[in-house]
């Protein structure tokens, strides 16, 4: 009989700072000077707290179990943090798309350093932690350009700047954002989504409309809005305010324009109109679009937001 692997303790992981440090060493170098490097790493290693906790509370194991019931027993839900080669560490976990059972997937969720191209093997065999779920591929995060994992299939991208840099870029006339205090839209919303659908069968995978309760959170907080174009109703702009990668931002939560207002050139004047809303010019305008969506890809680009990394989806054996 085999005997079961010993639970991690606190003692055999790095602890919350030191992952944050890893995760701040990974980012793209145009951000470094967004956020102060001290705020940045408190809300790293508030965001690996929980890393480390999937990796040592069973009871958490346990209701993820029962919950998903993807056939293993609890401790096979536990986070692991695992030796890769003799310079790099990773932290995995066993995740599953849209809480779909049967499309599981490892994620690597910080590592001990930068993730090259030689270290996915390596990385492959230390999912194998995960072989009872039979994940089919692995997620990892790089901030490198796209052009350097053209192999690769890409996950989402980060696109991100400093809000006082998208300014002053030119808005046309006739394009305005109205604060929305109410979710009347959504139906208008939805139909627009459905609309690209029709046209681009890949959309749902890459973008869907926010939920209701998402939609009345981002309108509490006062940073929703309704694009109006040439004074009809013409799609949603919002954010939220909260880190991301570490960075204090403004997290963009919808970016919509309606079929009547598509094919105009409009959408990178939405990120422009964003951040003249927004009352911090100090914060960062952050998002994440998906690396095969090459219109959104481009008017955030044109709108002056950098691609600064993102996940990428490696094959597992």
């Given amino acids: 009989m085999t005997t079961p692997a010993p639970l991690p303790s606190a003692a055999d992981l790095?602890?919350?700072?030191?992952?944050?440090?890893?995760?701040?060493?990974?980012?793209?170098?145009?951000?470094?000077?967004?956020?102060?490097?001290?705020?940045?790493?408190?809300?790293?290693?508030?965001?690996?707290?929980?890393?480390?906790?999937?990796?040592?509370?069973?009871?958490?194991?346990?209701?993820?179990?029962?919950?998903?019931?993807?056939?293993?027993?609890?401790?096979?839900?536990?986070?692991?943090?695992?030796?890769?080669?003799?310079?790099?560490?990773?932290?995995?976990?066993?995740?599953?798309?849209?809480?779909?059972?049967?499309?599981?997937?490892?994620?690597?969720?910080?590592?001990?350093?930068?993730?090259?191209?030689?270290?996915?093997?390596?990385?492959?065999?230390?999912?194998?932690?995960?072989?009872?779920?039979?994940?089919?591929?692995?997620?990892?995060w790089s901030a490198a350009p796209m052009t350097d994992w053209t192999d690769l299939?890409?996950?989402?991208?980060?696109?991100?700047?400093?809000?006082?840099?998208?300014?002053?870029?030119?808005?046309?006339?006739?394009?305005?954002?109205?604060?929305?205090?109410?979710?009347?839209?959504?139906?208008?919303?939805?139909?627009?989504?459905?609309?690209?659908?029709?046209?681009?069968?890949?959309?749902?995978?890459?973008?869907?409309?926010?939920?209701?309760e998402d939609l009345q959170e981002t309108i509490d907080a006062g940073t929703m809005f309704g694009v109006h174009w040439r004074g009809a109703w013409a799609g949603y702009a919002g954010t939220l305010a909260h880190p991301q990668l570490g960075l204090d931002a403004q997290v963009v939560q919808e970016l919509l324009l309606a079929p009547q207002a598509r094919g105009q050139g409009l959408g990178a004047a939405l990120s422009t109109l964003l951040a003249r809303h927004l009352p911090d010019p100090a914060q960062v305008l952050s998002g994440t679009i998906h690396g095969r969506n090459r219109g959104a890809l481009s008017a955030a680009t044109h709108a002056g937001r950098q691609d600064v990394g993102g996940w990428w989806w490696a094959p597992l054996p």
């Fill in 14 to 140: 790095p602890s919350a700072a030191e992952l944050a440090a890893f995760t701040l060493a990974a980012q793209h170098p145009a951000t470094h000077g967004w956020t102060d490097p001290a705020t940045r790493l408190r809300h790293l290693a508030e965001d690996h707290e929980f890393d480390l906790q999937l990796a040592t509370d069973l009871d958490l194991a346990a209701q993820r179990a029962e919950f998903l019931n993807a056939g293993p027993a609890a401790p096979a839900y536990l986070n692991a943090w695992q030796a890769v080669g003799p310079d790099l560490h990773a932290m995995l976990s066993i995740r599953f798309e849209g809480l779909d059972v049967t499309k599981p997937f490892v994620d690597v969720s910080v590592t001990s350093r930068p993730v090259t191209r030689a270290d996915l093997p390596a990385l492959a065999d230390a999912a194998r932690v995960y072989a009872a779920f039979h994940p089919p591929r692995l997620r990892f």
């Fill in 153 to 212: 299939e890409p996950d989402r991208r980060v696109l991100a700047a400093p809000i006082h840099t998208l300014r002053d870029h030119p808005v046309p006339d006739g394009l305005t954002l109205i604060p929305t205090t109410t979710t009347e839209r959504y139906a208008d919303a939805q139909a627009a989504y459905d609309a690209v659908d029709a046209d681009h069968p890949h959309h749902p995978e890459q973008a869907r409309l926010l939920s209701v």
